[in-house]
């Protein structure tokens, strides 16, 4: 039976990947730390209730990525390690970016010397697409440069990238993907990202707040989409380092993002608007070509079907 080490298991897209990888019968381990960054411990705990009552072989350890006993401990004789731990938040990392390079990269560097030492196959990390910034041309490519970073959280997934491809050096045979998530969503989403906190605003009655004139543009990517990703990176990836973007491949602007929700929930949103906020890049907009190609991955879920999905998780846990 396959044993699949997942950090960050129980977060938003872990909970998910947990479930599925549970689903089609592996062990699972999950190490988490269970923090309140970037959101409540009490929503991580929730999902750890709720992948335990799905049976399976399951275990949750309490722990950070920079640990690097633990991590070793829990490495040894895992088929798969998929790296889903970290700091995330744009706006966060301005305050904290000290806090966010040691968990974001020195954590990344501690997972993979310890794939590398337990000689474990196959090896998947979190990216994102805040690693091109504003600067890559779009629609964004895996090859294009993305050396300005326009936060500190933006640099330090681009710094765990750089750390995983040059330690992948030592170990040529290791499959090694490091993914680029693009604004995923979906149930269980982070309670400060747009979309939820947009539904439960609209759904209450309340004003939501858009930043700049409502152009800028992102690629939203239901997680569902996310998770046959990375459950075709973990199966398919080729040896040696290799990026790959998971995105919609089909961004919108945020003014058409309030008004597919509003559709969703049935009911009008009020709007604010406010200045746009410190390190956030103007459109993301995912080329996929090398996901399709390589891991055969092909985003299903459409935006209006994904909205829903939110809205009825909204309307099902009201706080």
């Not at 401990?73 to 904290?96: E, I």
């Not at 690693?131 to 710094?159: D, F, H, M, Q, W």
């Not at 199966?235 to 008004?259: C, E, K, M, Q, W």
Request: proline share 7%.
């Amino acid at each position: 039976m396959p044993r699949t080490l997942v950090t960050g298991g129980v977060g938003f897209i872990g909970y998910h990947v947990t479930r599925a990888l549970l689903a089609r019968g592996d062990e699972v381990v999950v190490l988490d730390d269970f923090s309140d960054a970037p959101y409540p411990r009490a929503l991580k705990e929730a999902n750890a209730r709720d992948l335990a009552a799905l049976g399976g072989r399951l275990e949750v350890v309490t722990g950070c990525v920079t640990d690097a006993a633990k991590v070793a401990a829990l490495t040894a004789g895992a088929s798969a390690v998929l790296h889903l731990a970290g700091l995330a938040g744009v706006r966060p990392s301005f305050a904290d970016p000290v806090h966010y390079a040691r968990i974001n990269v020195d954590g990344t560097a501690t997972v993979v010397e310890a794939a590398i030492q337990a000689k474990v196959p196959r090896l998947v990390i979190a990216s994102s697409s805040s690693v091109y910034g504003n600067s890559t041309p779009l629609p964004a490519r895996e090859e294009a440069p993305a050396i300005e970073p326009e936060s500190p959280y933006a640099a330090s997934k681009r710094g765990a990238e750089l750390v995983a491809l040059s330690l992948s050096r030592k170990a040529p045979s290791l499959a090694l993907a490091a993914l680029r998530f693009f604004t995923v969503y979906g149930p269980r989403q982070r309670p400060e990202m747009a979309i939820t906190l947009f539904a439960r605003a609209i759904l209450a009655g309340r004003p939501i707040t858009v930043f700049g004139d409502g152009s800028m543009k992102r690629d939203f990517t239901h997680v569902d989409d996310i998770v046959r990703g990375v459950l075709a990176a973990i199966d398919r990836a080729p040896a040696g380092f290799r990026a790959y973007n998971l995105g919609s491949g089909a961004p919108i602007t945020l003014d058409r993002l309030v008004a597919a929700l509003s559709s969703a929930a049935g009911r009008e949103a009020i709007t604010t608007r406010a200045a746009v906020p410190l390190g956030d890049v103007d459109a993301t907009f995912a080329d996929i070509g090398r996901a399709e190609r390589e891991l055969g991955f092909r985003p299903a879920v459409p935006l209006e079907e994904g909205l829903r999905t939110v809205v009825d998780w909204v309307k099902a846990h009201p706080t």
